[in-house]
């Protein structure tokens, strides 16, 4: 069964070679999404799942384990503070 969320990535976790789990704050509450193949290079969903990412995510649930794996994300926002922080740790 799809779903949508759109929030926050609160935190992502290392889940085996290049899968994440992701604990994203929306508007139903806490969710913790599986993402798949994530932190291979030529991943598209790589952006989405950065932390303090503001996304939509698109997610199957398992029929057996109820378990939300990740199909899609959008990146809807990233805030400018991180991004200048990040620059101002490079120079």
């Known amino acids: ?14 889940y085996k070679d290049n ?10 509450g806490v969710v913790c999404l599986r993402a798949r193949g994530v932190k291979k ?13 503001y996304s939509e995510f698109e997610v199957n649930q398992s029929e057996k384990s109820g378990y939300l794996t990740l199909l899609d994300g959008t990146l809807l926002n990233y805030p400018n503070y991180v991004i200048d922080s990040l620059e101002y740790m490079t120079i």
């Open 1 to 14: 069964m799809k779903e949508k969320y759109v929030g926050y990535v609160i935190n992502s976790i290392d």
């Open 41 to 53: 290079i030529n991943s598209k969903n790589a952006s989405s799942v950065m932390n303090y990412a």
């Open 19 to 28: 899968d994440s789990l992701l604990i994203v704050l929306c508007k139903d």
